[in-house]
């Protein structure tokens, strides 16, 4: 019995158990019968393990992540692991041996290299079926053009705008960092405010929305969507930012009417919802 066959049939006793997908143990068969050339085990094991890991989730196999402790990876016993890794043969111990061996390999593209319609794509340490590469890939591009775009703004009605939103506190000194934070964002076409539980994030999103919202030409063109991972913590953060636009319009008072931009917000909803993911 050829180590490919062995394969399969441990792939289909794993699939029985519930330790892999049938679908990846038949995607590992795929894979091996796509070259006369008998398939090597690390890359009839890769597609397994690749399939197993999409249907939990995950984009990718990282290597890094399979290489130290593969059983922890796939939240599976060790004897099992075993049991699979000696009906393999010797398989590479080392991410630059994995590297070498999936490389080698036609049903395998490298990143970099021309598309060859491969089914696989090698992009340094991860493993990705084709779809999620070329989804991850056009999603990367994206952002990395709206990050390097800049914004046209008005300097003086920005800071203006800014020393209203932002009220000086007595006897503190020292940058606000949250203003700073408004000043980078409404300069960039993408931006990232990021912090733990109390860090005043809601405060400061709520502040960039106003000074958008002050500066639009058009403020009927703004388009704002609210979006959580879950249904709850999207009517949280509807909430939340609904009641913070309204303590600032008392603030700032009938010359930004944010009641306005607060009445036009849509209903906040789940990132699934928001993306149209099925």
Not at 13 to 23: N, P, S, T
Not at 60 to 84: F, G, I, M, T, Y
Not at 143 to 156: F, H, M
Request: proline share 6%.
């Amino acid at each position: 019995m050829t180590h490919a066959t062995a394969l399969y049939k441990t792939f289909n006793a794993f699939a029985e158990e519930g330790l892999l997908r049938r679908l990846g143990a038949a995607f590992a068969q795929f894979i091996g019968s796509l070259d006369d050339a008998p398939a090597p085990a690390p890359l009839l094991l890769g597609a397994a393990l690749l399939s197993e890991l999409e249907g939990r989730g995950h984009s990718c196999l990282n290597l890094a992540d399979l290489v130290p402790d593969p059983c922890k990876l796939l939240a599976w016993p060790r004897e099992r692991w075993q049991e699979l890794s000696e009906v393999a043969g010797a398989l590479p111990a080392t991410v630059d041996q994995w590297r070498q061996v999936l490389q080698e390999c036609p049903q395998v593209r490298l990143a970099e290299a021309p598309d060859l319609q491969q089914p696989l794509v090698l992009d340094q340490d991860r493993l990705y079926l084709r779809r999620y590469w070329c989804n991850e890939a056009l999603v990367a591009d994206a952002v990395a053009t709206r990050a390097a775009q800049a914004r046209d703004v008005n300097a003086a009605a920005v800071r203006q705008w800014l020393d209203r939103l932002f009220e000086a506190v007595p006897g503190e000194s020292g940058p606000d960092w949250q203003k700073i934070a408004c000043a980078v964002a409404i300069r960039s076409n993408l931006s990232i405010i990021t912090g733990g539980p109390g860090t005043g994030k809601t405060y400061t999103v709520a502040r960039l929305l106003a000074l958008l919202f002050a500066l639009a030409n058009d403020p009927a063109q703004l388009r704002i969507a609210l979006a959580a991972p879950t249904g709850k913590a999207a009517t949280r953060l509807k909430q939340s930012i609904d009641h913070a636009l309204a303590d600032l319009s008392t603030k700032v008072g009938a010359e930004l009417p944010l009641a306005e931009l607060t009445a036009r917000m849509s209903v906040a909803s789940t990132l699934h919802s928001l993306l149209g993911a099925r």
